[in-house]
C-alpha cells in the first residue's frame, strides 16, 4: 500500500546542532508540506514543494530549510536547532496541484532540543 | 481574510451519547474546500471528509455525519452513539479555491473529545 513515512520518530537534539528529519511518501504525490504542531497553536505550515525542485516557505519557515530532489522526498533540515524548535513535525503530501486535493499525513516526529 | 474557528476547546460525554463539534469559517472566495481531520491519543492525523463549497448535502458515514451550511458558513460533525475511541482531538480545516491560496490548509485550533465509559 501506498504511504507516507516520516523518520526518527523521536529526536533528540541540543542547541545548535543542524538536524535532518525525513519525510518520504510512495504516492507519487507532486504536493509535498511540512508543518509543527505546538499546544495553543495548532498546526503551522514551515515550507512546501509543488514539485521537484520547487520549494516554498510556510508561515514558520525561519531556522528551516527544504530541499525536493526527486518526487518522493522532502527532507527538512534544522540548520542551528533552537529550544523553540522543539515541537512535534508532521509531513503531508497531496496529489496534484490544485486546492481540492486532501492532504495526507505521517506519523509525525517528536523533536526536542535541550 | 481566511480562518477557521473551532470555539469548543473541549467537549465530554458519557458513551452512546451523541456529540456535535462546531466549525465556523471565513473566506471571500467562492470556491473552497472544507475538511475534517481526527487525531487520536497515539499522535497520527487522519483524514474524515472533504467538502466543496458547491456541495451542500449533508454527508453521512456510519456514525459520523456533516452538516454543511453556507448561510451560517458553519461545517458541523456530530458523531451518533460515541464510542470511547472516538475520543480524539478533531481538527476543521479550509482550503480556499484561488490560486493564491497556494494550496494551503488553514486549520481551527481543534477540539479535544473525550468519551468516558
Known amino acids: 500500500d501506498a504511504e507516507i513515512t516520516q523518520s526518527p520518530r523521536h529526536k533528540i537534539t541540543e542547541t545548535g546542532r543542524q538536524v535532518t528529519l525525513a519525510c518520504h511518501q510512495t504516492w507519487n504525490h507532486n504536493n509535498m508540506f511540512w508543518y509543527r504542531q505546538d499546544l495553543g497553536h495548532g498546526l503551522r505550515l514551515i515550507h512546501y514543494?509543488?514539485?521537484?525542485?520547487?520549494?516554498n516557505k510556510g508561515e514558520v519557515s525561519d531556522g528551516y530549510s527544504v530541499s525536493r530532489s526527486n518526487t518522493e522526498d522532502l527532507p527538512l533540515t534544522l540548520e542551528s536547532a533552537a529550544s523553540s524548535q522543539t515541537s512535534v513535525y508532521f509531513c503531508?503530501?497531496?496529489?496534484?496541484?490544485?486546492?481540492?486535493?486532501?492532504?495526507?499525513f505521517g506519523p509525525g516526529t517528536r523533536l526536542t532540543v535541550l | 481574510a481566511q480562518k477557521v474557528t473551532q470555539a469548543q476547546t473541549e467537549i465530554s460525554v458519557v458513551e452512546k451519547e451523541d456529540v456535535t463539534l462546531d466549525c465556523v469559517y471565513e473566506t471571500r472566495d467562492t470556491t473552497y474546500y472544507l475538511f475534517w481531520y481526527k487525531q487520536p491519543p497515539s499522535g497520527e492525523l487522519v483524514f474524515l471528509i472533504r467538502r466543496n463549497s458547491f456541495d451542500e448535502q449533508n454527508e453521512i458515514s456510519g456514525r459520523y455525519s456533516w452538516n454543511f451550511q453556507k448561510s451560517t458558513s458553519s461545517f458541523n460533525f456530530t458523531i451518533t452513539a460515541s464510542q470511547v475511541v472516538d475520543s480524539a482531538v478533531y481538527f476543521c480545516?479550509?482550503?480556499?479555491?484561488?490560486?493564491?491560496?497556494?494550496?494551503?490548509?488553514?486549520w481551527g485550533a481543534g477540539t479535544k473529545l473525550i468519551i468516558k465509559p
Open positions: 514543494s509543488y514539485g521537484v525542485q520547487d520549494t
Open positions: 503531508a503530501s497531496s496529489e496534484r496541484t490544485s486546492s481540492t486535493d486532501t492532504q495526507y
Open positions: 480545516a479550509l482550503s480556499e479555491g484561488s490560486r493564491d491560496s497556494n494550496y494551503q490548509l488553514i
